[in-house]
């Protein structure tokens, strides 16, 4: 079975401008979240998606934004980049988000992105 | 207070040897605790996972859990050099996870 998926594999852009970001779960997976990593650093909780609706939110500003489809597959979406931004961006999957215990979940190749 | 620490490392073992890597968490609703492995440049990899306090084990990894102390930690018997990467350590509250910095082991041939 395929794992996630996650593309463009890298990306380079500009301060200001903006970049979408996808990611497709495993099958049967219905739940989506995305991580920021910088180096030297863990991954940091942007979002989490079950089922089409936002489940969670991290500290980052407004100028992140996220959506899942019906297929489960979803997008990270970054207004206004800043230097700061560049990072490696994870999408993890799991078969859904527990009230009691959290599912495992698993993280695609992730996808680099720079900004100059 | 950070909301997962982790020992600082690197930590450098020699082949054979075990390789002991530890965790602490400051939220006492933490449900379920997680050990990833990533390799320089690679996303991380679920390599254990363990919801109940005690030991659970998988292969070469013991994972072991003491929620009274809040701490989480990982046994890396008779490491190999393919087990040299960073660990890290998530802990999760409902949806979130929350990692550790990580820390980094190195297998001496």
Known sequence: ?116 | QKEVEQNSGPLSVPEGAIASLNCTYSDRGSQSFFWYRQYSGKSPELIMFIYSNGDKEDGRFTAQLNKASQYVSLLIRDSQPSDSATYLCAVANDYKLSFGAGTTVTVRA
């Open chain 1, 1 to 116: 079975d395929a794992g996630v998926t996650q593309s463009p594999t890298h990306l380079i852009k500009t301060r200001g401008q903006h970049v979408t970001l996808r990611c497709s779960p495993i099958s049967g997976h219905k739940s989506v979240s995305w991580y920021q990593q910088v180096l030297g650093q863990g991954p940091q909780f942007i979002f989490q998606y079950y089922e089409k609706e936002e489940r969670g939110r991290g500290n980052f500003p407004d100028r992140f934004s996220a959506r899942q489809f019906p297929n489960y597959s979803s997008e990270l979406n970054v207004n206004a980049l800043l230097l700061g931004d560049s990072a490696l961006y994870l999408c993890a999957s799991s078969l859904g988000t527990g009230a009691t215990v959290s599912y495992e979940q698993y993280f695609g190749p992730g996808t680099r992105l720079t900004v100059t």
